[in-house]
C-alpha cells in the first residue's frame, strides 16, 4: 500500500512543487519505513520473511543456506496485531455517561442524544 510512494519527492516548499498526492510532504516522508514495518507486520510471518535482510538481518559470518533456513524457520508470534486491535477497541468497551453537576453539559447531553 505505502510502497507507491517510497520513490516520490517530499514537498519543500518550493514554488515548483505543488501540495497533494504526487508530493508527500516531509512529515509523510519520515513516517512512510514506520508505516511499511506495521503493514508487514500485520501480514504475519510470511510477509515479515519474504521481507529478508530489512526485518531479520544476515549474521556477517553466516552463509546464504544458513541464512534461508534461518529465515525459513524462524519464530514470529504477531502480538502487535493483537494489541493494536484490542487498544484500538478500548474507548468504545464502555458507554459514555456524564456525571451530574454542569447542567450546560446535558444540554449538550441532550442534543447528541437525539442525533
Do not use: H
Not at 73 to 94: C, E, M, W
Request: aromatic share 10%.
Amino acid at each position: 500500500m505505502f510502497d507507491q510512494y517510497s520513490a516520490a519527492q517530499p514537498y519543500g516548499g518550493a514554488p515548483s512543487q505543488q501540495k497533494g498526492p504526487d508530493n508527500p510532504s516531509s512529515d509523510y516522508q519520515a513516517m512512510l519505513p514506520y508505516w511499511q514495518m506495521v503493514e508487514a507486520i500485520n501480514g504475519g510471518a510470511e510477509t515479515i520473511r519474504a521481507a529478508g535482510e530489512l526485518y531479520l538481518p544476515k549474521f556477517p559470518e553466516e552463509s546464504p543456506d544458513d541464512y534461508r533456513i534461518r529465515r525459513t524457520s524462524a519464530p514470529f508470534t504477531n502480538i502487535y496485531r493483537d494489541v493494536s486491535r484490542n487498544l484500538a477497541s478500548k474507548p468504545f468497551g464502555r458507554e459514555a455517561k456524564l456525571k451530574d453537576g454542569d447542567c450546560r453539559l446535558k444540554s449538550i447531553e441532550a442534543v447528541i442524544q437525539r442525533q
